[in-house]
C-alpha cells in the first residue's frame, strides 16, 4: 500500500515562500511520476505541478510558472514545492499524487496525499 504524507502548509503573507514535502513510504518513490495538486473553497481541484520519475521533466500551470518549483529526491522518497512570491489567489488545500506516468489530471494518479493548507494573507 502506497502511503503519502504531506506538511509544511501554513499562513503567510503575499510575497513569502513556503517548501511543501511529500514523504511516500510502501513504494519506491522512483516508480512514479508525482504531481501536485491545489483545491479552494468551492472550487475543482487544479494541477499545479509535475515532475517525472527521473527529475528530468517538470512542467507547471501557467498560474505558478516562474513562482512555484517542483522538484524530488528519490534516495528520501520525497517530492517537494518550493513556493515564492505567494498570492492570495494561492490559498487552497495542496495535495500531492503518485502515478505511473506523467499527466495533468487529477483523475488519472493512483494515490494521492491528505493534503496540506496554505492560506495567504493580503
Known amino acids: 500500500q502506497v502511503q503519502l504524507v504531506e506538511s509544511g502548509g501554513g499562513s503567510v503573507q503575499a510575497g513569502g515562500s513556503l517548501r511543501l514535502r511529500c514523504v511516500v513510504s510502501g513504494r519506491t518513490l522512483s516508480d512514479y511520476a508525482m504531481g501536485w495538486f491545489r483545491q479552494a473553497p468551492g472550487k475543482e481541484r487544479e494541477f499545479v505541478a509535475v515532475i517525472s520519475w527521473s527529475g528530468g521533466s517538470k512542467d507547471y500551470a501557467d498560474s505558478v510558472k516562474g513562482r512555484f518549483t517542483i522538484s524530488r529526491d528519490n534516495a528520501k522518497n520525497t517530492a517537494y514545492l518550493q513556493m515564492n512570491s505567494l498570492k492570495p489567489e494561492d490559498t487552497a488545500v495542496y495535495y500531492c499524487?503518485?502515478?505511473?506516468?506523467?499527466?495533468?489530471?487529477?483523475?488519472?494518479?493512483?494515490?494521492w496525499g491528505q493534503g496540506t493548507q496554505v492560506t495567504v494573507s493580503s
Open positions: 499524487a503518485a502515478n505511473r506516468a506523467v499527466s495533468y489530471s487529477p483523475g488519472l494518479y493512483d494515490y
